[in-house]
Structures are given as structure tokens and as C-alpha cells.
């Protein structure tokens, strides 16, 4: 299983940037796909996730992104995006996507995530 994300770069306060992770190996459409993000010296965060087959594509968010990130999946390229509007200095962080099976249902607990992307970095200038 290999998860590739890519699109972060260095962006001032208010931009938008798309992050994509392109995934190959596993039944993407079944499998709940998320995003996570690491700042120095921080814990890990969650900032999405978008269910599997199952789960219709319901989304769910971390509390710091919502109205801003939107999390969407092309079933048929094997990819999901994250989309970041109204970007902040502390949205500064290494983000990695990662994949999720199916039967788990606990969205925001990274230890349940059973592939991962090797992470992009996002900075935001102020």
C-alpha cells in the first residue's frame, strides 16, 4: 500500500492551497480516508476524514478546521483532497493523509489508521 500526498507549500495568511493523496494498493473505495497534521514539537491532530463505501462519504472535522477545510474523494482516481481556504499561521504543520479500514469508526484516533502517507508541509507566513 503506498499513499503519496502532495501540495503543500509556503503560503501567506488567507490563501488556499489543495492538498491531494494519490493511493494505490487497497480498495480505496471501501477504505475511510483521512487527514492528519503534525506541528514541531506538537502532538498529532486530526483535521478530516471522509468515510469508505460504507459510510456514504459522510465527513467529519477537527474542531480548529471547520468552515475552512473540505475533504472530498475521486473514487475513480484512487485520491482524496483536502481543501484548506482562509489558511492561518497556525495551520503551519506537516500533513500526512492516511487510510483507514473499514470497520473501525473512530475517525479521530490516529492509532486506528492503518496506512499513512510519508506527509506534506504546510507553512503559512502571517
Known amino acids: 500500500v503506498q499513499l503519496q500526498a502532495s501540495g503543500g507549500g509556503l503560503v501567506q495568511a488567507g490563501a488556499s492551497l489543495r492538498l491531494s493523496c494519490a493511493a494505490s494498493g487497497l480498495a480505496f473505495s471501501a477504505f475511510h480516508m483521512g487527514w ?21 462519504g459522510t465527513t467529519y472535522y477537527g474542531d480548529s478546521v471547520k468552515g475552512r477545510f473540505t475533504i472530498s474523494r475521486d473514487n475513480a482516481k484512487n485520491t482524496v483532497y483536502l481543501q484548506m481556504n482562509s489558511l492561518k499561521p497556525e495551520d ?19 492509532v486506528k489508521y492503518n ?3 510519508q506527509g506534506t508541509q504546510v507553512t503559512v507566513s502571517s
Not at 36 to 56: L, M, N, T
Not at 95 to 103: E, F, I, S
Open 115 to 117: 496506512y499513512w502517507g
Open 92 to 110: 503551519t504543520a506537516v500533513y500526512y493523509c492516511a487510510a483507514q479500514a473499514p470497520v473501525f469508526s473512530d475517525y479521530a484516533n490516529d
Open 36 to 56: 492528519f497534521r503534525q506541528a514541531p514539537g506538537k502532538e498529532r491532530e486530526f483535521v478530516a476524514r471522509i468515510s469508505g463505501r460504507v459510510g456514504v
